[in-house]
Nanobody, 124 residues
């Protein structure tokens, strides 16, 4: 069993920064990738970023690629999402997830394990 726990969300003013963390527990057999998704009120869940655990290949949604940075620390078994230049439209519940694939993917159904989500609110 794998458990993912997000942290680092909160309220921030536009232009500010936040770093989200995703701590993983449980065994991890084989190669996998980790991703971040978000869901804003009245909108469907959307892909934000993903990274392969081995190799560190990263992929970003167009809306965040120049502002967000995804990374991971293997020794801590933790993934991160550094969010800079935040905008009100970034307001959403952010979820981290893990897919049992060695490549990055944007497909929601590819992700087997999900965190509980952390709220990010960006004020004007």
């Amino acid at each position: 069993q794998v458990q993912l726990v997000e942290s680092g969300g909160g309220l921030v003013q536009a232009g500010g920064s936040l770093r989200l963390s995703c701590a993983a527990s449980g065994r991890a057999i084989g190669s996998y990738s980790m991703g971040w998704f978000r869901q804003a009120p009245g909108k469907e869940r959307e892909f934000v970023a993903a990274i392969s655990w081995i190799g560190g290949t990263a992929d970003y949604a167009t809306s965040v690629k120049d502002r967000f940075i995804i990374s991971r620390d293997g020794t801590k078994n933790t993934g991160y999402l550094q969010m800079n230049s935040l905008k009100p439209e970034d307001t959403a519940v952010y979820y981290c997830a893990r897919a049992p694939t060695p490549w990055v993917t944007r497909i929601t159904d590819d992700y087997r394990y999900w965190g509980q989500g952390t709220q990010v609110t960006v004020s004007s």
